[in-house]
Nanobody, 121 residues
């Protein structure tokens, strides 16, 4: 599986961004896709997960209600809609895939390149 993330940028606090992760080489729909983020000097943290087949989702508790993960099977793309962004959301965001459920950065089998999100105050 190859993953290509895009959509990052500079946004003011309170603004929104939508990240995209283009998926190729997917051979089974029994896969999980996730978004992680890593701020400078910090660990890579789980943001959200979606099951490709069922579309069921799970989020980092602190981000529920502001972030939304989705997938478009026809476009082979996973999205992360981020609303009401805060300066503390500033990080490099990574998409990832796994044969099983994802909750930590140790679990994905594949990673996309990161996309920088910067939120100004």
């Amino acid at each position: 599986v190859q993953l290509q993330a895009s959509g990052g940028g500079l946004v003011q606090a309170g603004g929104s961004l939508r990240l995209s992760c283009a998926v190729s080489g997917l051979t089974t729909s029994d896969s999980f896709f996730g978004w992680f983020r890593q701020a400078p000097g910090k660990e890579r943290d789980f943001v959200a997960q979606i099951a490709w087949r069922a579309g069921t989702t799970r989020y980092r508790d602190s981000l529920k209600g502001r972030f939304r993960i989705s997938r478009d099977s026809a476009e082979s793309t996973v999205y992360l809609q981020m609303n009401n962004l805060k300066p503390e959301d500033t990080a490099v965001y990574y998409c990832a895939s796994s044969a099983g459920a994802i909750s930590t950065a140790a679990e994905p089998d594949n990673w996309g390149q990161g996309t920088q999100v910067t939120v100004s105050s």
